[in-house]
């Protein structure tokens, strides 16, 4: 596999931005063959600088629903553009999407548009504050709400004084989530819940409906708003709020990275018992106003209504699950697919700093199958069973040449922090 | 002037958007007749909704340098779309995008990109405080520096907490600046500018060169870090940042709007001594690593170190500003237009609620000119000395009606606040 160009663009972007990379899309945490730029997207597929091509399963960490380049819904962006994007006002289109999502969304009654997930966590809790006039959230401990210095992860250079009036509870645990509420007595502004349990490093998890229809009758009997994280599993899971399908509808749910299938939008959504505090916050941003992204979205959504793509990246992640969970126990490995089976994530048992999970990964990546040793993955429209038949064959590859190596792996030093080392 | 599409979306909106609209897009404070939905951009010409064409004075709050629909900057834009935007990492645009920046900024040695100024100056917020190790922020009253709960300028739903350990001085005041540094003590991580005083509803004022230069000097022997936030002002006053111009180098800058256009992308520059904290930080957003927006902002700082579109911009905006002191002048009225005259702020005297420069907006408005009442407009390299004098035309109308309908103008109830009201 050329890497040249790759390792030649990593020496040039340590010189010019801290650390050679930042954020989510930082390689920094995968194996070191691993590309950290890319130069093309084409459907289910992705080139590194160097030409090698990969069955993209990380869908850019979500917004990749209907394929890259997508032509309907990049015709829509470019046709927009020509008329108008980024100028002093609105255009008709910001109406017309959010009455496209309130009208899809069933607990939905308004909208307002931004750019990062982030964007829509933090306005939802500033609602949730601002409605209630109360300043305690509880949010499940290892859930990723955003990069914000309330809510990220690696909170070096934020203040515990950002970080305050947060409650912690266990996911799926109902009595953690009581204790938190009693907690918070007469403060609690808002329960935070992602659709589902997606953290990194570890196995995923439906949610639970008890747990669900808890957290909406705590806030019932408390006041408080439920908000529903849905910027990462938005309209992966269903074509509403992902909790709808255990019949319970938050105050406040967000959305980004996939509803205009790559283009930059997010949205925080409400019901009518969050108006108040929305139209009383401020919020804004220099391109939440852009025309393009929401003709985008409009055809993203047109695409969401009318075709089959959900029962599809279902078919085709079942297909995958079960023929890998087939594959691995040829070969006597325990390996764990969990979470809904389009949004899978996959571990290997006794592998505490992944050491398994980094070679497998690896071996799959030269196979040309881009998957992920410890985040949910993302299965894409523009997928076809073939394309899964293609990683179920990498993947026995990458089992076999694990059951060889697998004994005289060394240690992944960049993970050790997962051991506490 | 028709109005009829207007009304009919504002009725729409008012049902899904909470308050009808949000944040600075929003015309709840402009004059009634002001259109709140446009459908077209070009050069340096908008069209609302219901066709009503304006030369627009606020080039969308900034983003428009160049003019709206630019043809080399919207083709770097498509064209970088067909290969790839968002992907599973960043293209190698990111690199050059990141290179281009460092060589024309004098102070800077790194980039981060990401969506909003608010990501850009938080980022500068977090970075500062990672460096130094220290919490304590010191900025001027009533200066915009973004709209997270740490900033906004309508703190509804955002807590004391989240606002705490900042020290607020009075712009061009050393004593003041002085007085706040003392009380830091040692807990200063930094001290945040804007390139000049664009503060709202308020004359603008230059940057005191004494002033930036303590600062600066204040830095240095703390060892806090200097932020200039030139996302509203960058590369209209300079090809560098705005204090080079003043012999001041600031640690960070900050930077958006217009660096591509109107297309989405802002930054967060530094100097290697803030580049320590800002690798250990955690900021990431889903659009982040977008290529497109780069192509766009490679082209767009072409256009900027190969054009004369600065002293273009400087020419036109004396022109203007000459000219509406003399209409003014004539017609009797103490008329300030303050500011550097590319990003120029007009008020009338005494007119403590503005009832008078709502009036004129209106009247120019009328006649196709879009000018803002309270906030700083925008020159975009697209006008030419035949706008400046269309402009100067309808001023001399407005200011001639304000004369014959001045005595009798009403209150403006939505401006009370302004008076304490």
Same mark, same amino acid.
């Given at each position: 596999m050329d890497q040249r160009q790759d390792r030649a663009l990593r020496a040039r972007a340590e010189a010019v931005i801290p650390g050679g990379m930042y954020g989510? !899309?930082?390689? #920094? $945490? $995968? /194996? =070191?063959?691993? /590309? !950290?730029?890319? +130069?093309k997207g084409r459907n289910a597929h992705l080139w590194d600088v160097d030409g090698n091509r990969y069955l993209d399963f990380m869908c850019a960490y979500g917004p990749n629903l209907f394929g890259y380049g997508h032509e309907t819904i990049d015709a829509a962006y470019i046709g927009q553009l020509q008329h108008g994007d980024t100028l002093t006002g609105p255009s008709a289109l910001i109406v017309e999407l959010a009455e496209a999502l309130t009208a899809m969304v069933t607990h939905a009654d308004w909208a307002i548009f931004c750019k990062n997930g982030t964007d829509a966590t933090t306005m939802a809790l500033v609602t949730a504050r601002a409605q209630t006039r109360r300043k305690i959230v509880i949010r499940a401990r290892g859930a990723y709400h955003g990069s914000a210095p309330w809510c990220t992860p690696r909170p070096t250079g934020a203040l515990d004084s950002e970080r305050s009036h947060q409650i912690f509870c266990d996911y799926n645990d109902v009595a953690s989530l009581e204790a938190a509420v009693a907690e918070a007595g007469d403060d609690l502004a808002a329960i935070f819940a992602a /659709?589902?349990?997606? =953290? +990194?490093f570890v196995d995923q998890a439906e949610p639970d409906p008890t747990y669900a229809q808890r957290a909406r009758q705590l806030c019932d009997q408390t006041g408080a708003m439920l908000v529903v994280d849905d910027v990462r599993a938005g309209f992966r $899971?269903?074509? =509403? @709020?992902?909790w709808s399908r255990l019949g319970v509808q938050p105050d406040l749910s967000t959305w980004g990275k @996939?509803? +205009?299938? #790559?283009?930059p939008i997010s949205a925080l959504l409400g019901s009518d018992s969050a108006r108040k505090g929305a139209a009383a916050i401020y919020a804004t941003g220099s391109?939440?106003? !852009?025309a393009a992204p929401m003709a985008a979205a409009l055809e993203t959504l047109r695409l969401i209504r009318e075709t089959d793509y959900l029962g599809h990246l279902e078919t085709l992640g079942q297909h995958l699950a079960d023929g890998l969970r087939e594959r691995a126990a040829a070969q006597g490995f325990g390996f764990r697919v969990t979470g809904p089976v389009q949004m899978p994530l996959f571990l290997f048992d006794d592998d505490p700093d992944l050491r398994k999970g980094f070679h497998w990964s690896s071996q799959m990546l030269a196979q040309g199958v881009y998957v992920h040793p410890w985040h949910n993955m993302f299965m894409c429209a523009a997928m076809t069973l073939e394309d899964m038949d293609q990683a179920l064959n990498a993947a026995d590859v990458a089992f076999k040449s694990l059951k060889k190596d697998g004994p005289g792996l060394q240690p992944v030093a960049k993970m050790a922090f997962l051991t506490g080392g």
């Open positions: 989510h !899309q930082s390689t #920094g $945490l $995968l /194996p =070191d063959d691993y /590309p !950290q730029f890319f +130069a /659709p589902f349990k997606h =953290d +990194a $899971l269903s074509r =509403d @709020c992902s @996939c509803i +205009a299938n #790559g283009h391109f939440w106003y !852009q």
